[in-house]
């Protein structure tokens, strides 16, 4: 039984352009914080964003229902973001003399922030300065240990699901989940005590 | 040995990704070893920190910046489209008189073939050509719908 999401993609491969509209409704948020938590930039992943909808269209008059919807929408998102990543790397690799501020200089700026924003009350600046070294944390994992649990965390997707996205076995997707959890826990570490916390199991 | 083992598997068991055997095993070392445990309360507290993280919401011209998209899309195609049949409207110049002179050296110039030519030259090219430049094949999006809309804005501005 076909879920109903790929009987709209079917409809819209036979000229109905409503049953697309449809889904871009349904999807769009969704796609757009996926890639957002993976980026960490609003304006780009919204970019990004259209660009995986613009797939989707384009793939219309070739789209074969092999796999769920989801699967396959995830599957052009995941793609786009590696790319993404891929491209960067190489922009960073040839800008790297340019003056990037180190992590000493970044505290600093962030001790004289709060310094100076007297009125604003504290836990709204540790909350940011936390966001930070969250963004910071998922930035440093490699880009499959990143995309990988970010659909598990945020979409709440199963390993099999992930596995079928990135193309490797669910095997690699536990692997790669493991050490993504194991490079978090070093960078975060000042947050993962005293938190408001109750247990995982 | 046990521990490490055990806690290769602690993520999946977190995030119930282990079938009933395994879990089973987890748990009961789990309440035996107070490290193991420690570490699974941290692996907690990590997929805790990273789904508080704030959502974002898509801005209100995300279906019309897609549309636009689509739209330049479209139009690209058409002109490669256009191009092409450029290119076959020219080959025709050169080929056809080719074709035509080889006929004549050959001697195997009929009665008929020469109009036949002719005909083939003026007519179905043309009509093709024209045809392929129009924007004829995007209105036929449904009424009422977000595209068909923004296609008659497009049409409107122009
Ligand atoms: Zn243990």
């Known amino acids: 039984m076909l879920d109903p999401d790929s009987q709209l993609m079917l409809k819209f491969k036979s000229g109905d352009t409503i049953s697309f509209e449809k889904l871009v409704k349904k999807y769009k948020e969704k796609i757009v914080n996926v ?3 993976f980026i960490g930039d609003k304006e780009e992943a919204e970019d990004l964003a259209i660009e995986v909808f613009l ?3 384009r793939a219309r008059k ?3 229902p092999r796999a769920k919807f989801t699967t396959w929408l995830y599957k052009i998102a995941a793609n786009l973001c590696l790319n993404e990543i891929r491209k960067k790397a190489r922009f960073q690799t040839v800008s790297l003399s340019e003056s990037i501020p180190s992590e000493a200089e970044e505290k600093l700026m962030l001790i004289e922030k709060i310094a100076n924003s007297s009125p604003s009350p504290q836990d709204i600046l540790e909350e940011k300065e936390r966001n930070t070294l969250i963004r910071k ?3 440093s994992l ?4 990143r995309i990988a649990i970010i659909l598990q965390i945020y979409e709440g997707l199963s390993y099999k699901e992930i596995s079928k996205i990135l193309n490797c076995s669910v ?3 536990e692997r790669r989940l493991y050490r993504a959890r194991t490079n978090l826990k070093e960078k975060l570490a000042p947050y993962l005590k005293g938190e408001k916390y109750n247990g995982g199991f | 040995m ?10 999946a068991y977190l995030d119930g990704e282990l079938d009933e055997r395994q879990k089973a095993l987890v748990k009961r070392h789990l309440l035996e070893c107070a490290k193991c445990r420690k570490e699974a309360d941290l692996l907690g507290r990590i997929s805790y920190l990273l789904k508080d993280r704030p959502r974002i919401k898509p801005t209100l011209s995300f279906e019309a910046d897609l549309w636009r998209r689509i739209y330049s899309l479209e139009k690209e195609e058409t002109t490669k489209k256009e191009t092409t049949l450029y290119l076959l409207k020219w080959a025709t110049y050169i080929i056809l008189p080719a074709a035509v002179a080889a006929a004549l050296i050959i001697g195997v110039f009929g009665e008929n073939l020469g109009e036949k030519i002719a005909s083939f030259e003026s007519i179905s090219l043309e009509e093709e050509y024209l045809s392929s430049i129009g ?3 995007f209105r036929d999006f449904p009424p009422g719908s977000l595209s068909q809309a923004y296609f008659s804005l497009i049409e409107q501005t122009k």
Do not use: E, G, T
């Open chain 1, 137 to 139: 944390a998922i930035d």
């Open chain 1, 35 to 37: 890639i957002y938590q």
């Open chain 2, 2 to 11: 046990r521990c490490k083992r055990i806690r290769k598997k602690l993520a």
């Open chain 1, 142 to 145: 490699p880009a499959k240990q």
């Open chain 1, 55 to 57: 797939r989707v269209y």
């Open chain 1, 171 to 173: 095997k690699s997707v």
């Open chain 1, 62 to 64: 070739r789209y074969k």
């Open chain 2, 135 to 137: 924007l004829d094949s």
